[in-house]
C-alpha cells in the first residue's frame, strides 16, 4: 500500500493557509487568479482524497468496490491536475497569457492527462475487485514522466521571461523547482513512502504566502496594481506590444490630505476607489492594450494608447459629492493628470513616470485645465530642473555662486545702513543665473541648506576682510529659506560658522521670508528664539506677498519687517493699495518693529515712503545689488 496518512498535516496547512491568508488581507486574493485558486483547491482535495482511499484500502470490503473505484479515480484526476494547474499558473505568471502555441498546446494534452489518463494506464488494470488490492501498473513511470514534462515547461517559461519575473518570483520557481525533483527522487527511490502530498501542499502553501505577504503586487484598497505590480506590468505589456501611439498617464486626486481631513479618511478611501474603478473599466475596456496601478497614496498611473488616455480621462466621473460627516456639507472632488507620449525606444519606466509627473506638477493648481502633456515647454522647464539639480553641487565645490550686496538706506539720510546678501550663479560658460530659477529647485531637493550656509560664510569672509582692512562695515543680511528651519541644528552652524571668522553676531541679520511662518511655527519660533538668544537681528521678508495671518504676527520674534515690493507697483494710481500700506506699516510700528520697504524704484515712490516715515528703503532707486568688491570701493569712495 503505498497511500500514507498525510490529510492531518499538510492539507490543514494548506487550508489554514489559505483562510489566514484570505482572512488578513481579502483584497489580495486578487493576486490568486483561476490558475492559484484551482491549485490551491486540488492541493485540499488530494490531500482529503488521498486520506479516504487510505481509509477504503484498508477496509478492503469487496461491497464498497465501486466507492473505493470513484475515490481513486478522483484522487487520481487531482493528482494530475495539480502539475497542470501549477503549470498553468507560473505559465501564467511569467506573462505569457495564450499567445504561446507550443505551450498551450503543452497544457492541453495535461489537461487531457489529467482528465483521463492514468484510468487506462492504472485504474482498470490495477485494482482488485475481490480483494481491493492496488498494485502499480505503469503509474509510477508515467507520474514521473508528467511530472517531469510538468517541471521542463515551467523551467523554459520560466527562463523565458526571466527579466519580467523579479527576484522573488524567480527564487520561488527555482525552490518549487526543487521541491518537484526532490520529489521525484524520493519516489523513485522510495516508491512505498511517498511524501507527495505532504510536498504538494508545502509548495502551495508557501507559493500562498509569498503572494499574500511578501511579493504583494496588488494595493489592499483599491485592488490596482500597486507600484511593483504596475512597473511589472508595464515591463510585460512592453516585451509583448508594440508601444507607438502609447502614452504614460499619472493622475492624482485634488488636494487629497484636505479631503480626508476635511471629510474623514472613510470618505477619502471612497474617493480612490471610484478613481480606481473608473480607471480600470477604461482599462478592461483596452482590453490587453492597457495597464494601470495605484503608484502612491493618492496618485494613479496608466500606460495606455494615447486615445484612450485621453478617452479614460474625460470618462473619469468624481461627480459624486463626498459629504462631510459632521456639517453634512458637499465637498467636490476633482483630480489633474499629466500626460506623457512615449518616444521611440522609450523602454525606462521611471524616466516615463517622472515625464508625466512633472506635466502633472506643472497643471496642479491650474484652474483652467486639469490636463497637462509634457510637451517642449513642460520639458525646457524639466530639463532645466535637472541640469540645476545635476550641476548644482559642484557649482558651490568651484565657487560659481557669487555673492551680491545691494545697500540698504536711512530713508531720511540715504546713507547706507546695511546691505542684503543675494546670491547669483556664475556659470561655467560665464552666464548669470538669477536665483528665481535654480532656488526653488534646490528648495525641493533639500539642497537649499548647503547653499544658505555657503552664503553666509561668504558674508562673513568679506566683512571679515574689511574689517581687517580697517573698512567702516554695515550689517548684512542673509537670506534663509524655510527649508532650513527643519534641518536639524542649524543655528548651531550659523552660530560656528560667524564664531570661526570672529564676526560680531549684531552684524548678521537673517531674513526669513513671510510665508515660511505661515507653517511649522512651533519650529520657527523655537529657532527665531535661539538666534535672537545670539545677539542676531530677525527680519520677517517679502511681507505682504503671502496671505499671512496677521494675528501669528504678534507672536513672532522678529525684529524688523521687510514690505514687499509687491505694494509699491502701481502705487501711485490705487487708493486702496496706499491705504493697505500705511496700514501695515502703522501696525509694525505699533509692535515696535522696524521697517525696510523693499522694491523702491521711482523718486515718487521714495517720496511716498518719507512720508510715511519707514526707517529704511531698499531698491534700484538707490543701488542694484552688485558684487561686494564695487560695494566696497563704492564705500571707500563716498
Ligand atoms: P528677496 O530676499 O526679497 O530679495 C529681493 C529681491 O528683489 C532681489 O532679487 C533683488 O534683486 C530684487 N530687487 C531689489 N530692489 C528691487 C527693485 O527696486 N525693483 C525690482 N524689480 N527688484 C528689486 P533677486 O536677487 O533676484 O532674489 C530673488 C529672491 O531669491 C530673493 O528675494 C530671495 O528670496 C531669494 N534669494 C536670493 N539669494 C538667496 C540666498 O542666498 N538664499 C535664499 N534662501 N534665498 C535667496
Ligand atoms: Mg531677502
Ligand atoms: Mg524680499
Given at each position: 500500500?503505498?497511500?500514507?496518512?498525510?490529510?492531518?498535516?499538510?492539507?490543514?496547512?494548506?487550508?489554514f493557509?489559505?483562510?489566514i491568508?484570505?482572512w488578513?488581507?481579502?483584497?489580495l486574493?486578487?493576486?490568486?487568479?483561476?490558475?492559484?485558486?484551482l491549485?490551491?483547491?486540488?492541493?485540499?482535495?488530494?490531500?482529503?482524497?488521498d486520506?479516504?482511499?487510505?481509509?477504503?484500502?484498508k477496509?478492503a470490503?469487496?461491497r464498497s468496490y465501486y466507492?473505493?473505484?470513484i475515490?481513486?479515480?478522483?484522487?487520481?484526476c487531482v493528482l494530475?491536475?495539480?502539475?497542470?494547474?501549477?503549470t498553468r499558473?507560473?505559465?501564467?505568471?511569467c506573462?505569457?497569457?495564450?499567445?504561446?502555441?507550443?505551450?498551450?498546446?503543452?497544457?492541453g494534452?495535461?489537461?487531457?492527462?489529467?482528465?483521463?489518463?492514468n484510468?487506462?494506464?492504472?485504474?482498470?488494470?490495477?485494482?482488485?475487485?475481490?480483494?481491493?488490492?492496488?498494485?502499480?501498473?505503469?503509474?509510477v513511470?508515467?507520474?514521473?514522466?508528467?511530472?517531469?514534462?510538468c517541471?521542463?515547461?515551467?523551467?523554459?517559461?520560466?527562463?523565458?521571461h526571466?527579466?519580467?519575473l523579479?527576484n522573488?518570483?524567480?527564487?520561488?520557481?527555482?525552490t518549487?523547482?526543487?521541491?518537484?525533483?526532490?520529489?521525484?527522487?524520493?519516489?523513485a527511490f522510495?516508491?512505498?513512502?511517498s511524501?507527495?502530498?505532504?510536498?504538494?501542499?508545502?509548495?502551495?502553501?508557501m507559493t500562498i504566502?509569498?503572494?499574500?505577504?511578501?511579493?504583494?503586487t496588488?494595493?489592499?484598497?483599491?485592488?490596482?496594481?500597486?507600484?511593483?505590480?504596475?512597473?511589472?506590468s508595464?515591463?510585460?505589456l512592453?516585451?509583448?506590444?508594440?508601444?507607438?501611439?502609447?502614452?504614460?498617464?499619472?493622475?492624482?486626486?485634488?488636494h487629497?490630505?484636505?479631503?480626508?481631513?476635511?471629510?474623514?479618511m472613510e470618505?477619502?478611501d471612497?474617493?480612490?476607489m471610484?478613481?480606481?474603478e473608473?480607471i480600470q473599466?477604461?482599462?478592461?475596456?483596452?482590453?490587453?492594450?492597457?495597464?494601470?496601478g495605484?503608484?502612491g497614496g493618492?496618485?494613479?498611473?496608466?500606460?495606455t494608447?494615447?486615445?484612450i488616455?485621453?478617452?479614460t480621462?474625460?470618462?473619469?466621473?468624481?461627480?459624486?459629492?463626498?459629504?462631510?460627516?459632521?456639517?453634512?456639507m458637499?465637498?467636490a472632488v476633482?483630480?489633474?493628470a499629466g500626460?506623457?507620449?512615449?518616444?521611440?525606444g522609450?523602454k525606462?519606466?521611471?524616466?516615463?513616470?517622472?515625464h508625466?509627473?512633472?506635466?502633472?506638477?506643472?497643471?496642479s493648481?491650474?484652474f483652467?485645465?486639469?490636463?497637462?502633456?509634457?510637451?517642449?515647454?513642460?520639458?525646457?522647464?524639466?530639463?532645466?530642473?535637472?541640469?540645476?539639480?545635476?550641476?548644482v553641487?559642484?557649482?558651490?565645490l568651484?565657487k560659481?555662486?557669487?555673492?551680491?550686496?545691494?545697500?540698504?538706506c536711512?530713508t531720511?539720510?540715504?546713507?547706507?545702513?546695511?546691505a542684503?546678501?543675494?546670491?547669483?550663479?556664475i556659470?561655467?560658460?560665464?552666464?548669470?543665473?538669477n536665483?528665481g530659477?535654480?532656488?526653488p529647485?534646490?528648495?525641493?531637493?533639500?539642497?537649499i541648506?548647503?547653499?544658505?550656509l555657503?552664503v553666509?560664510?561668504?558674508?562673513c569672509r568679506?566683512?571679515r576682510?574689511?574689517?581687517?582692512?580697517?573698512?567702516?562695515?554695515?550689517p548684512v543680511?542673509?537670506?534663509f529659506?524655510?527649508v532650513?528651519?527643519?534641518h536639524?541644528?542649524?543655528?548651531?552652524e550659523i552660530?560656528?560658522i560667524v564664531?570661526?571668522y570672529?564676526?560680531?553676531?549684531?552684524?548678521?541679520?537673517?531674513?526669513?521670508?513671510?510665508?515660511?511662518?505661515?507653517?511649522?511655527?512651533?519650529?520657527?519660533?523655537?529657532?527665531?528664539?535661539q538666534l535672537?538668544?545670539?545677539g542676531?537681528?530677525?527680519?520677517?521678508?517679502?511681507?505682504?506677498?503671502g496671505?499671512?495671518?496677521?494675528?501669528?504676527?504678534?507672536?513672532?520674534?522678529?525684529?524688523?519687517?521687510?514690505?514687499d515690493m509687491?505694494f509699491?507697483?502701481n502705487?501711485?494710481?490705487?487708493?486702496k493699495?496706499?491705504i493697505v500700506l500705511?496700514?501695515?506699516v502703522?501696525?509694525?510700528?505699533?509692535?515696535?518693529?522696524?521697517?525696510?520697504?523693499?522694491?523702491v524704484e521711482?523718486q515718487?515712490?521714495?517720496?511716498?515712503?518719507?512720508?510715511?516715515?519707514c526707517?529704511m528703503?531698499q531698491?534700484?532707486?538707490?543701488?542694484?545689488?552688485?558684487?561686494?568688491?564695487i560695494?566696497s570701493?563704492?564705500?571707500?569712495?563716498?
Amino acid at each position: 500500500m503505498q497511500f500514507s496518512y498525510q490529510f492531518d498535516v499538510a492539507g490543514i496547512m494548506v487550508i489554514f493557509t489559505s483562510l489566514i491568508c484570505a482572512w488578513i488581507r481579502p483584497k489580495l486574493m486578487k493576486n490568486f487568479g483561476f490558475s492559484l485558486k484551482l491549485l490551491i483547491c486540488c492541493a485540499i482535495a488530494y490531500n482529503i482524497l488521498d486520506s479516504l482511499t487510505v481509509i477504503l484500502l484498508k477496509i478492503a470490503n469487496p461491497r464498497s468496490y465501486y466507492i473505493t473505484y470513484i475515490a481513486l479515480l478522483a484522487y487520481f484526476c487531482v493528482l494530475y491536475l495539480i502539475p497542470y494547474s501549477a503549470t498553468r499558473y507560473f505559465y501564467e505568471l511569467c506573462g505569457e497569457d495564450g499567445k504561446h502555441k507550443i505551450m498551450n498546446a503543452g497544457l492541453g494534452i495535461m489537461l487531457v492527462f489529467a482528465t483521463f489518463g492514468n484510468i487506462f494506464f492504472d485504474m482498470f488494470f490495477s485494482l482488485d475487485k475481490n480483494t481491493l488490492d492496488y498494485e502499480h501498473g505503469f503509474g509510477v513511470p508515467i507520474t514521473f514522466i508528467y511530472y517531469l514534462i510538468c517541471s521542463i515547461m515551467v523551467g523554459i517559461c520560466a527562463f523565458r521571461h526571466k527579466r519580467y519575473l523579479g527576484n522573488i518570483r524567480r527564487r520561488l520557481l527555482f525552490t518549487v523547482f526543487l521541491i518537484t525533483v526532490f520529489n521525484l527522487l524520493y519516489q523513485a527511490f522510495l516508491p512505498e513512502q511517498s511524501l507527495t502530498g505532504l510536498i504538494i501542499a508545502l509548495a502551495v502553501a508557501m507559493t500562498i504566502v509569498v503572494f499574500c505577504f511578501i511579493d504583494v503586487t496588488v494595493d489592499e484598497l483599491t485592488g490596482l496594481n500597486n507600484k511593483v505590480g504596475f512597473v511589472r506590468s508595464c515591463d510585460e505589456l512592453m516585451h509583448k506590444q508594440d508601444m507607438s501611439g502609447y502614452a504614460m498617464v499619472k493622475i492624482q486626486v485634488y488636494h487629497m490630505q484636505e479631503l480626508n481631513e476635511r471629510t474623514g479618511m472613510e470618505n477619502g478611501d471612497r474617493v480612490l476607489m471610484l478613481l480606481a474603478e473608473s480607471i480600470q473599466k477604461c482599462v478592461d475596456s483596452a482590453r490587453h492594450k492597457a495597464v494601470c496601478g495605484r503608484i502612491g497614496g493618492d496618485t494613479f498611473a496608466i500606460l495606455t494608447e494615447e486615445e484612450i488616455s485621453i478617452q479614460t480621462i474625460k470618462n473619469m466621473d468624481l461627480s459624486e459629492a463626498i459629504s462631510n460627516p459632521l456639517t453634512g456639507m458637499d465637498y467636490a472632488v476633482s483630480f489633474y493628470a499629466g500626460i506623457y507620449r512615449l518616444e521611440d525606444g522609450d523602454k525606462d519606466i521611471d524616466k516615463m513616470l517622472d515625464h508625466a509627473g512633472y506635466a502633472l506638477k506643472w497643471v496642479s493648481g491650474n484652474f483652467k485645465t486639469n490636463v497637462a502633456f509634457y510637451d517642449a515647454d513642460i520639458r525646457l522647464e524639466d530639463e532645466h530642473r535637472k541640469s540645476v539639480e545635476q550641476r548644482v553641487r559642484g557649482a558651490i565645490l568651484d565657487k560659481e555662486f557669487k555673492v551680491y550686496l545691494q545697500p540698504v538706506c536711512d530713508t531720511m539720510s540715504r546713507q547706507r545702513v546695511s546691505a542684503e546678501a543675494l546670491v547669483r550663479w556664475i556659470d561655467s560658460k560665464n552666464q548669470m543665473i538669477n536665483p528665481g530659477d535654480f532656488i526653488p529647485i534646490l528648495e525641493k531637493n533639500g539642497f537649499i541648506t548647503e547653499l544658505d550656509l555657503y552664503v553666509l560664510e561668504e558674508v562673513c569672509r568679506i566683512l571679515r576682510e574689511w574689517i581687517n582692512q580697517g573698512m567702516e562695515v554695515v550689517p548684512v543680511s542673509v537670506n534663509f529659506s524655510r527649508v532650513d528651519v527643519d534641518h536639524h541644528g542649524i543655528v548651531e552652524e550659523i552660530v560656528r560658522i560667524v564664531d570661526k571668522y570672529n564676526i560680531d553676531h549684531s552684524l548678521i541679520k537673517i531674513e526669513l521670508t513671510e510665508s515660511a511662518f505661515n507653517d511649522n511655527m512651533e519650529n520657527i519660533i523655537k529657532m527665531l528664539n535661539q538666534l535672537r538668544s545670539h545677539g542676531f537681528i530677525i527680519m520677517m521678508d517679502d511681507f505682504g506677498s503671502g496671505y499671512s495671518n496677521l494675528n501669528m504676527f504678534k507672536d513672532m520674534p522678529v525684529d524688523i519687517v521687510k514690505i514687499d515690493m509687491y505694494f509699491l507697483r502701481n502705487i501711485e494710481n490705487s487708493e486702496k493699495g496706499m491705504i493697505v500700506l500705511e496700514s501695515v506699516v502703522q501696525m509694525a510700528k505699533r509692535l515696535g518693529l522696524k521697517i525696510v520697504v523693499e522694491g523702491v524704484e521711482t523718486q515718487e515712490q521714495y517720496d511716498y515712503i518719507r512720508k510715511l516715515h519707514c526707517e529704511m528703503i531698499q531698491g534700484f532707486y538707490f543701488a542694484k545689488p552688485m558684487p561686494s568688491e564695487i560695494f566696497s570701493d563704492q564705500v571707500n569712495a563716498g
